[in-house]
Nanobody, 122 residues
Framework: QVQLVESGGGLVQAGGSLRLSCAAS????????MNWFRQAPGKEREFVAA????????SYAGSVKGRFTISRDNFKNTVYLQMNSLKFEDTAVYYC???????????????WGQGTQVTVSS
């Protein structure tokens, strides 16, 4: 079993930055690909970014490419999402998920965190 806990969300003005963290416990993350998803009110959960267990490869949704950066520290059992140039439409609950690499289908993931709210004011 893997328990995931996100943190770092909050309220930020458009154009600002936030750094989300996803800390794991229970089992090491080093064998899992890690991903970030987000879900805005009334919308489906959507894929944001992914990183392989080695950190050697990353993948991003087109809407965040060039603005968001996913990284991981396997020694700290933590995954990060650096979000720059935030836009109003980035407002959502952000979730980390372990298991698959980069699949947009949330049903394929084994483990999820509880989410952290990101609100971008225009």
């Amino acid at each position: 079993q893997v328990q995931l806990v996100e943190s770092g969300g909050g309220l930020v003005q458009a154009g600002g930055s936030l750094r989300l963290s996803c800390a794991a416990s229970g089992r090491t993350l080093s064998s899992y690909a890690m991903n970030w998803f987000r879900q805005a009110p009334g919308k489906e959960r959507e894929f944001v970014a992914a990183i392989r267990w080695s950190g050697s490869s990353t993948s991003y949704a087109g809407s965040v490419k060039g603005r968001f950066t996913i990284s991981r520290d396997n020694f700290k059992n933590t995954v990060y999402l650096q979000m720059n140039s935030l836009k109003f439409e980035d407002t959502a609950v952000y979730y980390c998920a372990a298991g698959q690499y980069g699949s947009p289908n949330p049903r394929l993931y084994d483990y999820w965190g509880q989410g952290t709210q990101v609100t971008v004011s225009s």
